[in-house]
């Protein structure tokens, strides 16, 4: 149970990170929602946030931690999409796949873009009804600790958006930065994220 939830959660919350310095648009975008819910001098923590849920959404879907969910066994002979899967298969699904298929999220399938879940696809969510966003795995068998695991990764996300800037070290470019993920029953990513974090406000304050 630790283990289940603890690190898919950090996965999550690292693959974010790695998004936002990628997209520079997307982390200021959230930066302004989190800085104006909460200020910096502030106790409290920055939630019920729109821009905030999108960009967990849309990291989930383009790295579901769990990537093949947990293996399914097919309890009677069924057809699907064509195909015989008889009883006693092992069925592995494939959330990877699905949340890239531009079938469902159209030809910027693969692009990092959180403001779809407040347009287009507003209505999509991972709660097991919309079977092209799986993270969480869908019906009876679905991750126990959905909402405890999304407190914790937008909680922690708000506050490293809210309390400082974020750089890759040595200058480089965010779009150089390594997206490649490392194989296995979870999908961390293959080069840990190193980043330079500068405390928002401290220019003003020095
Ligand atoms: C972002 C965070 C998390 C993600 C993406 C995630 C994802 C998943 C997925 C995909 C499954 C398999 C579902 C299926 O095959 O249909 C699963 C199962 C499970 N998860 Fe999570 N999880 C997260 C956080 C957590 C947390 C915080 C806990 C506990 C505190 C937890 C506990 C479990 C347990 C016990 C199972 C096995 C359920 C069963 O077999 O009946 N998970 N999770």
Redesign the pocket.
């Known amino acids: ?2 283990a ?3 690190e ?2 950090f ?2 919350l690292e693959w974010a990170m790695s998004e936002l310095v990628r997209n520079p648009a997307a982390m200021q975008e959230l930066q302004r929602e989190v800085r104006r819910a909460a200020p910096a001098d502030s106790a409290a923590g920055a939630t019920a946030t729109p821009y905030l849920h999108a960009v967990v959404k849309e990291t ?1 879907r383009l790295h ?3 990537p093949l ?4 066994e097919c309890m009677r002979d069924a057809a699907v999409l064509g195909f015989h899967v008889a009883r006693g298969t092992r069925v592995f ?1 494939n ?1 990877w796949a699905v949340g890239r298929d531009p079938a469902s999220w159209g030809a910027a399938a693969d692009e990092f873009r959180p403001d779809r879940f407040l347009a287009e696809d507003r209505e999509v969510d991972f709660r097991g009804a919309h079977f092209q966003l ?13 909402q ?3 407190a ?2 937008e909680l922690a996300l708000a506050s490293l958006a809210r309390l400082f800037d974020w750089e890759v070290p040595g200058g480089a470019a965010p779009g150089e930065l390594d997206m490649s993920d490392a194989p296995g029953l979870t999908t961390p990513r293959r080069v840990p994220l190193r980043l330079v974090a500068k405390p928002f406000g401290s220019e003003e304050q020095a």
């Not at 969910?69 to 399914?72: A, F, G, H, Y």
């Open positions: 149970m630790f289940a939830g603890t898919t959660s996965i999550a989930l579901p931690p769990v969910l947990l293996p399914r699904v959330a799986v993270p969480f795995g869908a019906g009876r068998r679905a991750c126990p600790g959905m405890f695991g999304l914790t990764v």
